[in-house]
């Protein structure tokens, strides 16, 4: 694997958790694929096909001051024209209250190469099991 695909997935996952924290709904839906796949909390449990149940939360995205995504202990496998990237996710945040919080989650996403580029296939995300 050549650090320069590994530097490029990891940039590519960033520029995601940007997305996410500014509620950049463009951005993310580019680098995603139609038929994303997700296992994360606001699901309860359930697997969700497709971008519509993410659409929901950047519609909301209307505080000041934006949430910051940190990506640390991060691992990026190649399997070819697939890639996993994992990591725990800190979010920093000004809670309603105005004070400033820090939330962690463990994070796995799997893109896939299509024609050149790669694009978001699937994620799962728990939250953080360390204290
Ligand atoms: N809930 C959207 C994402 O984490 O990709």
Redesign the pocket.
Known sequence: MSNEVEAELIAKSQQ?LDA?AQGDWGT?AELCDPTLT?F?P?ALGRLVHGLDF?AF?FKLSGGQVKPQNTMSDIHVRVLGDVAIVSYYRLTQFVGGDGNPGTRGTEETRVWHRQEGRWRHVH?H?SPSQKS
């Open positions: 995601l996410i993310y997700a994360e606001e993410h939360y994620f995300r």
